[in-house]
């Protein structure tokens, strides 16, 4: 139906590509529905034009952060006030009903059916299961309740200094009210769930619909080699990699073609690495302006993505 949505977020370049995989994901599980994603002012222009090839709608929306760091520390994620930039989804008032989805989600299977759910429904919070998790929900965009949620966070705050909290605080009859708002956790189903209740995992997880890379490791802190299909980096917390894989079978052979398109001749680090065996550390993703920046500051990743293996690869790749 063109009024019912997929809605996600992203506010820099990592988080876009999170958004890139999601698309991507979406779209070879054949939604019928429309795809959206909200951008921050700091999303480069070579990602805004992958994310034109994949989505249908990219809205630049404000970045509204809690500025909370008080409980931003409880969880310690200093860097998720800026979820609060989450609630513009519901000013898209041009659809009718939408599901919200984390950029850090992958689909495995047709969600569709999630439209017959209403407003709000979620999966529980693994951590405390009589919260729902924000990173996947059924909304219906109205301007009078974008409105009332932004008098609730002036007036009560986030008790988790991000979206999360704020939504559970409003919508606070989910727990109780209505059965039928409880989404089954394998449209959410987040990848700790993986270490804290294993045999679980190994019982239904063949079932999950959605996978929710939640927690401060996302698969783009990894590094992946595409001709063995292996990651590299610290893999705590991720005992059955599988999804990460997955993930990145997708962001390497589907998504990097397109970023390699748009980048031109400007370098890029796309986090696949042809010989894993070569360097030892894991590699953040910054954005070619932020690695230009700190190139300028005379802060060059000289072990790492700017090593001369690697200029010399991307050299290779132009000459080719
Ligand atoms: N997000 C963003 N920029 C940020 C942090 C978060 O765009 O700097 C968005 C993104 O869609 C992300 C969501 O907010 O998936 C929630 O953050 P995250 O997934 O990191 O939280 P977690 O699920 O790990 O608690
Ligand atoms: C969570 C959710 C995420 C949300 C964050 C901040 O753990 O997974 O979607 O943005 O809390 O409230
Ligand atoms: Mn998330």
């Known amino acids: 139906m063109a009024d019912q949505a997929f809605v996600t977020l992203a506010t820099n370049d990592s988080y876009a590509r999170g958004a890139m995989v ?36 990219v809205r630049l929306v404000d970045v509204l952060d809690s500025g909370d760091a008080a409980h931003l520390a ?3 994620r200093p860097d998720l006030g800026v979820t609060f930039t989450k609630l513009h989804c519901w000013t898209l008032t041009h659809y009718s009903k939408c599901v919200f989805m984390d950029a850090d989600t992958l689909v495995v299977s047709n ?16 951590g405390w299961p009589d919260c729902f998790n924000s990173g996947v929900f059924v909304f219906c965009p109205s301007n009078e309740t974008y409105g009332k949620l ?4 002036t007036q009560h705050g986030s008790f988790d200094g991000g979206d999360q909290g704020v939504l559970n605080g409003f919508f ?41 890379f939640l927690g401060q490791m ?17 893999m705590q917390g991720s005992l059955d990699p599988s999804f990460l894989l997955e993930w990145w079978a997708l962001y390497s052979g589907e998504v990097v073609p397109l970023l390699m398109g748009d980048y031109g001749d400007q370098p890029f680090y796309s986090g696949c690495e042809e010989d894993v065996a070569e360097s030892t550390h894991v590699q953040p993703i910054m954005s070619s302006a932020e690695r230009k920046q700190k190139w300028e500051q005379g802060q060059a990743d000289y072990m790492g993505i700017d090593s001369f293996d690697n200029i010399q690869k991307k050299l290779d790749v132009f000459l080719k």
Not at 111 to 126: G, N, T, V, W
Not at 150 to 153: D, I, M, P, S, T
């Open 22 to 57: 999601l698309g991507k994901s979406l779209k070879n599980h054949k939604t019928s529905k429309k795809l959206v994603v909200l951008i921050g002012p700091h999303v480069s222009d070579q990602s805004r034009a992958v994310l034109h090839n994949i989505y249908d709608e």
């Open 74 to 76: 409880m969880m310690k």
């Open 111 to 126: 969600i569709d059916e999630l439209f017959d759910r209403e407003e709000l429904s979620a999966a529980p919070d693994p």
């Open 150 to 153: 932004l008098q609730y966070c």
């Open 172 to 212: 606070s009859d989910w727990a109780t009210a209505d059965i039928t708002k409880h989404l089954p956790f394998i449209y959410n189903m987040s990848s700790i769930a993986i270490y804290t209740y294993l045999p679980a995992f190994k019982q239904y997880g063949a079932n999950a619909k959605v996978v929710h």
């Open 218 to 234: 996302k698969p783009w802190s990894y590094t992946y080699n595409p001709s063995q299909r292996r990651l590299k980096g610290d």
